[in-house]
Each structure stands twice: as structure tokens, then as C-alpha cells.
Nanobody, 117 residues
């Protein structure tokens, strides 16, 4: 049974930091590109960051560049999103995604991030 379980969300003040985690099970984690998406109320889901299978290739949305860092630990089947200098516009539900072309596309249940004073 495929599972992606996110954690680490919460309420943080503007300028603060959070570290999201997503732990996978039920598939070969190291074979999948891992991505973080987010969806704010009334908006479409958007890609925030992605990381290649070996961890050496990363890509970020313009809104995340310089503030967010995606990383993965294939020995722990976990992907992380370190978020610094958080802004109110980062408020959203953050979703973990595992993707391998023609093989699988899996989603977590999401974790709420709220940036507010």
C-alpha cells in the first residue's frame, strides 16, 4: 500500500521557518522524483520544488528560490522542504508528490502551513 505522510506544518510568524517532512512507504522511493506542491484557498495547486532521484538535481518555483530548500534521504524514504523567511503568501496546504513517468504518481494528504502574526 502506497503511503506518503507529510508532517511539520503549523502556524509561524512572518520571517520564521518551518521544515516539512514526507515519509514514503509501499514503493521504491529512490526511483521517484519527489515534488512539493502547495494550494492556497481559492487558488490552483502549484509546484513549489522538486528533487531528482539521487538528490543532485533540484528545481524551484520563482516564489521559493532563495528561501526554500528541498532535500531527500533515500535511506529513510523521506523528502524534506526547509522553508525560511516565510511570508503570508506562503500560507497553503503543502502536498508531497512522488512521480515516475508511466509508472506512478502518488500524493500525500497535505499539511497546513499558516504564516501569520
Amino acid at each position: 500500500q502506497v503511503q506518503l505522510v507529510e508532517s511539520g506544518g503549523g502556524l509561524v510568524q512572518p520571517g520564521g521557518s518551518l521544515r516539512l517532512s514526507c515519509t514514503a512507504s509501499g514503493f521504491t522511493f529512490a526511483w521517484y522524483v519527489m515534488r512539493w506542491y502547495r494550494q492556497a484557498p481559492g487558488k490552483e495547486r502549484e509546484l513549489v520544488a522538486l528533487i531528482g532521484t539521487a538528490g543532485g538535481n533540484t528545481n524551484y518555483a520563482d516564489s521559493a528560490k532563495g528561501r526554500f530548500t528541498i532535500s531527500r534521504d533515500n535511506t529513510e524514504n523521506t523528502v524534506y522542504l526547509q522553508m525560511n523567511s516565510l511570508k503570508s503568501e506562503d500560507t497553503a496546504v503543502y502536498y508531497c508528490n512522488a512521480w515516475r513517468p508511466t509508472i506512478g504518481n502518488y500524493w500525500g494528504q497535505g499539511t497546513q502551513v499558516t504564516v501569520s502574526s
